[in-house]
């Protein structure tokens, strides 16, 4: 069963930062934080993981709070390309499965 | 697209026939999964390999086999394709215990 708890659906206005929540308040401490989005019918594409600090690459940030339960992932400026199925993943560092729950389906409005 | 081509990319068999689809990686990573996607499941894990002929379970490995006799290559069978496999069908592949995983660009496969 998947270890995390996100909203079903979102909608954000083009142009801005869309804030993705994902509660996982039962994590470990040798689990790590996965987001990866689905397009359409494309295969996952890995976004962004942490352990505990917060992160940032070119696609988005991903900040976790102090207590490593629950999780914010933006996507500092929203683009139609970015419509997607966005999912939250906790996953231990020892070759484990990712195990995918139904993730948010993400709607970016022009 | 991490160096994974699946093939075939669609394919229509009829029920009972075997089936064999491919996972290609060019990368030289240890660790290959598939898994199947289906409506209101998302994601589930077949099965995955750890190295060459090291295989396990996944949560849905019932009418599945798996190969890897070399490295680049994981193989996963339907010996007797039956509707319920009717799916989309993705490889994945992690550079690392503590990495993220690539995916392929899925198989769909419908079992008539």
């Known amino acids: 069963d998947a270890k995390t708890t996100q909203p079903t659906s979102m909608d954000c206005a083009e142009g801005r930062a869309a804030n993705l929540p994902c509660n996982h308040s039962?994590?470990?401490?040798?689990?790590?934080v996965y987001w990866y989005r689905q397009i359409h019918s494309q295969g996952p594409q890995y976004i962004i993981h942490?352990?505990?600090n917060n992160e940032t690459n070119e696609m988005a940030s991903l900040i976790i709070t102090e207590d490593r339960k629950s999780s914010t992932l933006i996507l500092p400026h929203a683009t139609l390309r970015d419509t997607a199925v966005y999912y939250c993943i906790v996953r231990a560092n020892y070759g484990q499965n990712f195990v995918f729950g139904p993730g948010t389906r993400l709607s970016v409005l022009p | 697209d991490a160096g994974i081509t699946q093939s075939p990319r669609h394919k229509v068999t009829e029920t009972g026939t075997p089936v064999t689809l491919r996972c290609h990686q060019t990368e030289n990573h240890r660790y290959m999964y598939w898994y199947r996607q289906d409506p209101g499941h998302g994601l589930r894990l077949i099965h995955y390999s750890y190295g060459v002929k090291d295989t396990d379970k996944g949560e849905v490995s019932d009418g599945y086999s798996v190969s890897r006799s070399k490295t680049e290559d994981f193989l996963l069978t339907l010996e007797s394709a039956t509707s319920s496999q009717t799916s989309v069908y993705f490889c994945?592949?992690?550079?690392?215990?503590?990495?993220?995983?690539?995916f392929g660009q899925g198989t769909r496969l419908t079992v008539v």
């Open positions: 039962t994590i470990s401490g040798n689990e790590y």
């Open positions: 994945a592949i992690t550079t690392g215990m503590n990495t993220e995983a690539f």
């Open positions: 942490g352990l505990k």
